[in-house]
């Protein structure tokens, strides 16, 4: 049986949510909360909170620009993820 995530969606595993914990480890590193990642990402606060939980998998543009934020090269991460 699955369970369901938040907002009734399905959990997500595997790339998305080591993206997401990686996500959140550098953000930490830098001493950012989640609200200032998502303002130099120029993403909403609440997007950051669910992609570090695996309920989101970002598109590539915006990977990019978290990333960016984050002061690292997107193929850091997710050759990392992998």
Same mark, same amino acid.
């Given at each position: 049986m699955l369970r369901l995530g938040m907002l009734g969606e399905m959990p =997500? =595993?595997?790339?998305?949510? $080591?993206?997401g914990k990686l996500i959140r480890k550098y953000r930490l $590193?830098?001493?950012?909360?989640?609200?200032?990642?998502?303002?130099?990402?120029?993403?909403?606060?609440?997007?950051?909170?669910l992609l570090e939980r695996g309920? =989101?998998?970002p598109g590539l543009d915006v990977a990019h620009r978290i990333a960016k934020a984050l002061? =690292?090269?997107l193929s850091e991460i997710i050759a990392e993820a992998e």
């Open positions: =997500r =595993r595997g790339l998305s949510l $080591t993206f $590193t830098l001493n950012l909360s989640q609200e200032a990642l998502a303002e130099k990402a120029e993403v909403h606060p609440t997007y950051i909170g309920l =989101r998998t002061g =690292r090269n």
